[in-house]
């Protein structure tokens, strides 16, 4: 049965909604973290297309091990002005407006949807939204894309679903999925707030421990066992001196969410580490 059955249909969102109450996911992510579930790994990556290469050759315990394998090496941009992706994933770039509704694959999320603190979200008003939405075939590990220090990390919880774009068709899955998100006081991109949004029923995330400060680059944590979805949001200020690379413009909707945005715009790929945009020098 493929996951498209219970997102495309009222018998298979009915019984999406009575696997999750009894629990029966939970099985299924211990399972994914035994020895046997090893067999599934070869299969997955043929279908996925996964280059192993950056990896190295070694032997996988689980699915759970392997999904959460870490690369030998991860090159990033070096100067401190220019913005990196945080991690592997198809990028969307958003202006920030308080009537801001971001188009995710047919459902519209609000500020307030992922982020229900008032006080933070005001902090971004008028700047810059960009949304990171990862693959199967994505590095799962995701990094600090500047210097800085970090607030506490809110975990809400939430029904995971899929973000694969039959899910985003039927539910607002950001919105009813778990997430977790901080406010990063950053060297120098000013204040940011990121959300990781976990997908499927056996979605989560792994947090760096004791990360008080970071390093542009370091790792800051890992999604578990599933597709999953990183948001970022930049200041009025920084939006304002932040030159887009060319390609990255691509993604840029501009206006007020799907009412007034660029119709021409649409995802692009990028690589964690990789150059989005650079700082401009204030006047």
């Given at each position: 049965m493929?996951a498209d059955?219970?997102y495309?249909?009222a018998?298979g969102?009915?019984i999406?909604?009575?696997?999750?109450?009894?629990g029966?996911f939970?099985p299924v992510?211990?399972?994914?973290h035994?020895?046997?579930?090893?067999?599934?790994?070869?299969?997955y990556?043929?279908?996925?297309?996964?280059?192993?290469?950056p990896?190295g050759i070694?032997?996988?315990?689980?699915?759970?091990d392997?999904f959460?394998?870490?690369?030998e090496?991860l090159?990033?941009?070096?100067?401190p002005?220019?913005?990196i992706?945080?991690?592997?994933?198809?990028?969307s770039?958003?202006?920030?407006?308080?009537?801001?509704?971001?188009?995710?694959?047919?459902?519209?999320?609000?500020?307030?949807?992922?982020?229900?603190?008032?006080?933070?979200?005001?902090?971004?008003?008028?700047?810059?939204?960009?949304?990171?939405?990862?693959?199967?075939?994505?590095?799962?590990h995701?990094?600090?894309?500047?210097s800085?220090?970090?607030?506490?990390?809110?975990?809400?919880?939430?029904?995971?679903?899929?973000?694969?774009?039959?899910?985003?068709?039927?539910?607002?899955?950001?919105?009813?999925?778990?997430?977790?998100?901080?406010?990063?006081e950053?060297?120098?991109?000013?204040?940011?707030?990121?959300?990781?949004?976990?997908?499927?029923?056996?979605g989560?995330?792994t947090?760096?421990?004791?990360?008080?400060?970071f390093n542009?680059?370091?790792?800051?944590?890992?999604?578990?066992?599933?597709?999953?979805?990183?948001?970022?949001?930049?200041?009025?200020d920084v939006?304002k001196?932040?030159?887009?690379?060319?390609?990255?413009?691509?993604?840029y909707?501009r206006g007020?969410?799907s009412?007034?945005?660029?119709?021409?715009?649409e995802?692009v790929?990028v690589?964690?580490?990789?150059?989005?945009?650079?700082?401009k020098?204030?006047?």
């Amino acid at each position: 049965m493929k996951a498209d059955f219970f997102y495309s249909s009222a018998a298979g969102r009915g019984i999406f909604r009575v696997l999750q109450a009894v629990g029966v996911f939970k099985p299924v992510a211990w399972y994914l973290h035994t020895r046997v579930s090893a067999h599934l790994i070869p299969g997955y990556i043929k279908k996925n297309k996964i280059n192993m290469r950056p990896y190295g050759i070694r032997d996988y315990d689980s699915f759970a091990d392997f999904f959460g394998r870490k690369r030998e090496y991860l090159d990033f941009e070096i100067e401190p002005d220019v913005l990196i992706a945080p991690c592997d994933s198809l990028l969307s770039v958003y202006d920030i407006s308080p009537d801001l509704e971001i188009p995710m694959k047919g459902s519209l999320y609000t500020l307030p949807d992922l982020i229900p603190d008032k006080e933070v979200t005001e902090k971004f008003r008028d700047g810059l939204c960009l949304v990171f939405r990862l693959e199967a075939s994505d590095y799962h590990h995701f990094c600090f894309f500047d210097s800085g220090t970090m607030g506490k990390v809110s975990f809400i919880e939430g029904q995971l679903h899929s973000v694969q774009p039959i899910a985003l068709r039927q539910f607002p899955v950001f919105r009813l999925n778990r997430r977790w998100w901080s406010v990063l006081e950053t060297k120098h991109f000013g204040t940011a707030a990121q959300i990781e949004i976990g997908a499927m029923a056996v979605g989560g995330v792994t947090f760096a421990e004791g990360k008080e400060t970071f390093n542009r680059g370091e790792e800051m944590g890992n999604f578990e066992l599933a597709g999953s979805t990183i948001v970022l949001l930049l200041t009025a200020d920084v939006k304002k001196r932040l030159e887009l690379d060319r390609k990255i413009k691509q993604a840029y909707y501009r206006g007020n969410g799907s009412h007034t945005c660029d119709s021409d715009a649409e995802e692009v790929r990028v690589t964690i580490g990789s150059a989005l945009g650079c700082l401009k020098n204030e006047d």
